[in-house]
């Protein structure tokens, strides 16, 4: 005899090593769309692996496939509160080469440990260019709108990789 089962019954739940695919569309406190994944290939990542920021991943956490849903994730679960010791004053000959400078425009920078990391140009002050190492959404509060496309178990290979395969 064949049970009649609800499809929820069969469906794997959101867990660590779960190869994850969702649509989402992120918009700041004031509605501004910031980012979406809307008229293109969802956004895959494998759970558990630091893949997506860590607010949403718990918010995704035993969520299953055709789940949608609403998370608002703070600045500490996000891209962090913005650090000031990020913002630094710097001579426009740290930018040799570099015709015209504009505040907005992103440039990869080396510490002296020759770590590279993203930097904006937040003002441009004759000589003195000032630069934020922050993360563009850093100290923002995030809201996704999300919907859970698919889950399935990751393979062996994906896990040892850290990351979904197409």
Do not use: W
Not at 26 to 37: F, I, K, R
Not at 79 to 91: E, I, N
Request: aromatic share 4%; hydrophobic share 40%; net charge negative.
């Amino acid at each position: 005899m064949i049970s009649d089962q609800t499809n929820s019954e069969h469906c794997m739940k959101i867990c660590d090593h779960a190869a994850v695919a969702i649509h989402y569309t992120l918009t700041n406190a004031e509605g501004e769309v910031l980012d979406s994944s809307e008229g293109q290939d969802p956004l895959t990542y494998l759970h558990g692996t630091g893949g997506v920021i860590p607010g949403l991943e718990a918010a995704l956490l035993n969520k299953s496939a055709g789940d949608q849903f609403t998370a608002v994730i703070e600045p500490d679960d996000a891209y962090g509160a913005v650090d000031p010791s990020l913002v630094q004053v710097v001579p426009r000959s740290a930018f040799a080469g570099v015709e015209s400078i504009e505040a907005g425009m992103r440039f990869t920078a080396s510490d002296e440990q020759g770590q590279q990391q993203s930097v904006a140009i937040a003002a441009v002050n004759g000589d003195e260019i000032t630069v934020d190492g922050n993360h563009p959404l850093a100290g923002e509060t995030l809201h996704f709108e999300v919907e859970v496309v698919s889950v399935r178990a990751a393979t062996e290979e994906e896990i040892s990789h850290g990351h979904v395969h197409s």
